[in-house]
């Protein structure tokens, strides 16, 4: 499901990005599933903040919750890397509606959270 989302996003921007698109799925699908963690290791709040750390590269110190993607210097194809980091960590599907809405470290936490909670909300039904 969240490869066929990349897919499309993608395809809407033209033929040079199709190459790339193929590239991030075999990359997707290559990956060793990670061991299952209890959440209670660490927040979500570090756990985003370590991954977004990890991805620029910096000390985790550096990152706060008022940290804007601007100020980290996402682009675009950084968020999609960074969609698929959240998704496999957190083990959940993160809507197009929720990406193109998060600006933010904080905003991605609660995104992160109501997901989970969601989730595991459904997983008690």
Do not use: W
């Amino acid at each position: 499901m969240t490869i066929e989302c990349i897919v499309a996003v993608h395809f809407s921007y033209g033929y040079r990005y199709i190459k790339l698109t193929f590239a991030i799925i075999h990359v997707a699908l290559t990956r060793t599933p990670k061991q299952e963690k209890p959440m209670s290791e660490q927040t979500v709040a570090d756990k985003v903040i370590n991954i977004f750390a990890q991805f620029k590269k910096v000390s985790p110190d550096e990152i706060k919750m008022e940290t804007t993607f601007e100020e980290l210097g996402f682009d675009s194809l950084d968020g999609l890397n960074l969609v698929f980091e959240l998704e496999e960590e957190f083990d959940i599907v993160v809507p197009d509606d929720k990406v193109q809405s998060m600006r933010s470290v904080r905003e991605v936490v609660v995104g992160v959270e109501s997901l989970v909670a969601a989730k595991a909300a459904e997983a008690g039904a």
